[in-house]
């Protein structure tokens, strides 16, 4: 079977909202919580979580992780991209995962993960009508590109310079693809949750 990686990027300094989002409380627990809680481990021979809050670490701990501290987060993605690759084995696919996407589901994951062990050469990502969304699996082949990566930037780049490489999987609930970006976005995604 392939072996198969997954990198989750926690270290983002949510400088928008003043305090680490990542902790803001989401129907009782921690965003990073839903995420995590929502996570098909087995289906992944390593699962890295990069952070620079403590506090993350403290939760992480919590599930079977490898845990990366990034100490210099104001560097920008790359930084997190790198250290995440540095801290996990060769494999034929790596999965990218942001943090904040709180109502991310399982299944979304396993199907990212089916269609990428059908043809592991190409670049995997999820759309919703035709917007691209999150996480995103590379092929080995783009990996050493994604470590070369300056500021922050994440893989969008390796994309554009991949697009043949690129295959689309269609998701219907639009929700599932949300990052909590503004302290609006968050306002929204509570009232929705708490309206369920």
């Not at 909202?17 to 803001?24: P, S, Y």
């Not at 990073?32 to 939760?59: A, C, G, K, M, N």
């Not at 560097?75 to 790198?82: A, F, P």
Request: with cysteine.
């Amino acid at each position: 079977m392939l072996r198969l990686n997954a990198i989750i990027m926690a270290a983002g300094q949510s400088h928008r909202f003043g305090t680490n989002k990542l902790l803001l409380p989401l129907q009782g627990k921690p965003v990073i919580r839903h995420l995590l809680d929502q996570f098909p481990f087995p289906l992944f021979q390593q699962v890295v979580l990069v952070y620079s809050h403590e506090q993350i670490r403290t939760i992480a701990q919590d599930y079977p992780l490898i845990l990366c501290h990034n100490d210099r987060p104001s560097l920008g993605k790359w930084q997190t991209i790198q250290l995440g690759l540095e801290s996990c084995d060769d494999a034929a696919g790596t999965l990218f995962l942001v943090a904040d996407q709180p109502l991310l589901k399982k299944t979304t994951i396993v199907t990212l993960a089916e269609t990428f062990r059908h043809d592991p050469t190409r670049i995997i990502r999820p759309v919703i009508g035709r917007k691209p969304g999150n996480p995103v699996f590379f092929p080995k082949s783009c990996l050493q590109e994604l470590k070369s990566l300056q500021g922050d930037i994440g893989g969008r780049t390796v994309i554009h310079n991949h697009s043949d490489l690129v295959i689309s999987v269609p998701f219907v609930d639009p929700l599932e693809f949300i990052d909590i970006d503004t302290p609006e976005t968050y306002n929204k995604l509570t009232e929705l949750c708490n309206n369920k």
